[in-house]
C-alpha cells in the first residue's frame, strides 16, 4: 500500500504562466492520467489557457470561486465539478474566498481523447458481449447530494485549512 501525503504542508505553487496564489501537490501520475490537489487563496488565478490533447476534471472539495470554459464564466462551490474539454480555454479564479480543487487530467491525443475514447468503446463492447462474468457499464444516476451546512462547532481549525 503506497499513501500519498498532500494538503498542508506538502503544497508547492503550481499552475500554467501567470498563475498567482494557487499552490498544488500532484497526488497520482502515470502515462493515463495526472491527479492533483490544488489551494487556491483569496483573490487567487489560473490563468486562462488551453490543452489541445487532455480533458480536465476539476472538482472543487471545499469553499469556492469561479471557472471559465471557452467565454462562459461560472461560479462554482463546494461538491461540484467542471469538465474542461480538450482545445477549450479554460481557467479558474477566487474572490473574496477560498477554495480547494482535484484536478483530474486525463491524457488523449491530437484528436482530443480519442484514445480515451477507444478504450471507454472497448469496456462497453467486452461487457455487453454474452459472457456471464461480463458487468454491464454503469449509467449516470439521476439526483443530488443533500446539502450539508457545517457549523463553525464542527469545523476543525487544526487542519490547517480556512473557515
Do not use: C
Not at 476539476?58 to 462551490?77: C, K, L, Y
Not at 469496456?123 to 458481449?129: G, K, L, S
Amino acid at each position: 500500500m503506497e499513501i500519498r501525503r498532500f494538503g498542508p504542508g506538502h503544497r508547492r505553487p503550481d499552475g500554467p504562466p501567470g498563475t498567482q496564489g494557487v499552490a498544488g501537490k500532484v497526488i497520482f501520475h502515470d502515462q493515463r492520467a495526472v491527479v492533483t490537489e490544488m489551494a487556491f487563496q483569496r483573490y487567487a488565478i489560473i490563468t486562462p489557457h488551453s490543452n489541445p490533447t487532455n480533458t480536465a476534471l476539476f472538482v472543487v472539495i471545499s469553499g469556492g470561486g469561479f471557472v471559465q470554459v471557452g467565454d462562459e464564466r461560472s461560479r462554482v462551490n463546494h461538491g461540484e465539478a467542471v469538465v474542461w474539454p480538450p482545445g477549450s480555454l479554460h481557467g479558474a479564479y477566487t474572490d473574496g474566498t477560498e477554495m480547494r480543487a482535484i484536478i483530474v487530467e486525463l491524457f488523449g491525443d491530437e484528436a482530443g481523447g480519442a484514445a480515451d475514447q477507444a478504450i471507454i468503446d472497448a469496456a462497453r463492447a467486452a461487457a455487453t458481449e454474452g459472457s456471464s462474468t461480463a458487468r454491464p457499464i454503469a449509467t449516470p444516476a439521476d439526483g443530488a447530494l443533500a446539502d450539508r451546512k457545517v457549523t463553525k462547532a464542527e469545523y476543525d481549525s487544526s487542519e490547517g485549512e480556512p473557515w
